[in-house]
């Protein structure tokens, strides 16, 4: 078996390097590294694992998120620092590392490649962390390479893919996991908060947001909601829930919506009214894809615990919003059929002065719309916070979204990331009465070989599919166009962002 390594040169005479190779007639030389907790801020001396996102005997490539830690200021994941394979995990969920203590072994395959890696990721900031909500999907690769895939001739090391976690509503989700997926990961709190709250038996999710400093859940939020009881936080009474109860052979059950799902039930039947025009589209996200590390390196301590990608899809629409006023609009009145001598009268449309987005958030309970106001005045790091606000709020059983959260005259235009449930490409969102003028539907972002680029020879670019529907009665079918390809130039061009904020 030959393997070699482009990057380790031997020295054959003045001049000259010959890549070196090496012969093994057997399965090649490994090593196990041991990976420490590096310094992830001033003044910070200890971090508890809060999370681990691999298992012992788990392959892992450079890049790839092994743990999530937190400490009292801020919340980090920490990535790999080269390709192998972990071994041991030497630190436990809920327990408390010191700064270079070591967090677990990763078996690797060279020495000389592994101590270059090392050596370059000590002086690495660690990725921040955090969950996504209204965004572009889950990309494919984290790679970016500007060359074709390689053939099946060459050797090549394929990894099976992360196991996505299910969503909420999945009813092939057993109990305990759906619990989890709702667990206190996700809520900012430091770790003697945690641990006080283990010892209890309180679950964080139940009680976030909490009373502290952007939601921080602090010590008293916990004796209150001891004081409470926790009857009162677990009680659900939501549709999803008496589906997945267990059916008696041979018999039929019935189950009585609930009120979210009657909403919905009602807003369907009243699109119907709405004359729709679809059209969809791929974004290329490869500029948006290559800024996004600088971006999430330098995240404000204010926007802690981060969002793992800033909202860039809200911030672009929000630009092309501003450009497009039909988009900003909202009908304020309608003629009404059933009114004598209302014939004559012509609808009106409220043009708003910021952007308004609409986020259609699934939840445990149904189908909800909370609003990001004015999300053209907003940078990414503040809407990827509320996102990641909104989506936690709303998973919550029962709903934790405010009247506040969802206005009554909501957003002009609505975002649907269907893409972070499954591999979707395209769909054909349904617009309904006080949803705006439009909505998009986002599909899953991947890697594509794109033959027109690269002069004739092509090249790898991150594509994302987007469908829109816009309300006929308003947005002719060449606005609807016009205004998704000014969006697109937002989106592959994002050095704009820098010169619309100078």
Known sequence: MIFRHPTALLWRGPGRHLPRTLFHSSSAHSALKRFKLADI???ITECEVIKWNVKPSTPVNTFDPLCEVQ???????????????????????????????????????????????????SSAPPEQSGSSGAGYGTPSETAQPSHPPVSAGHAEQHHPPSTRRPHP?????????????????????TPSVRHYARQHGVDLSQIAPGSG?????????????LQRGSAQGTTSQDTTASLRTEIPPGKDVTVELNRTRWNMWKAMEKSLAIPQFTCSTSLDLTELHSILPTLNAHIPTHHLPPSARPSHASQTLSRAMLEWPL????????????????????????VRPHADISLALSTPTGLYTPTLQAADTQSVYALAAQLRRLAHLGRQVPCALTPADMPKRGGTVSVSNVGGIGAVESASPVLVPGGGVAIVAIGRAKWVWDVERGDGKGERRLKVGVSWTADHRMVEGAEMVAFMEAWRSWVEAPQRLIADSV
């Open 327 to 350: 988009f900003r609009a909202s009908i304020t009145s309608t003629p009404d059929a059933t009114t004598p001598g209302s014939s004559g009268a012509r609808p009106t449309l409220a």
């Open 169 to 189: 509503l999945d009813p092939n989700v057993p109990p305990e996991a759906r619990a989890h997926l709702s667990s206190g990961h996700e809520v900012l709190a």
């Open 213 to 225: 400093k952007a939601g921080r859940v602090e010590k008293r939020d916990v004796d209150a909601f």
């Open 41 to 43: 801020g001033e003044g």
């Open 71 to 121: 400490s009292d200021k801020a919340s980090v994941e920490i990535t790999s620092p080269f390709d192998g394979i972990v071994k041991d995990l030497l630190v436990e969920e809920g327990h408390i590392a010191k700064v270079g203590q070591d967090l677990c072994t990763i078996e690797v395959a060279d020495d000389v490649a592994v101590d270059d890696a090392q050596s370059a990721s």
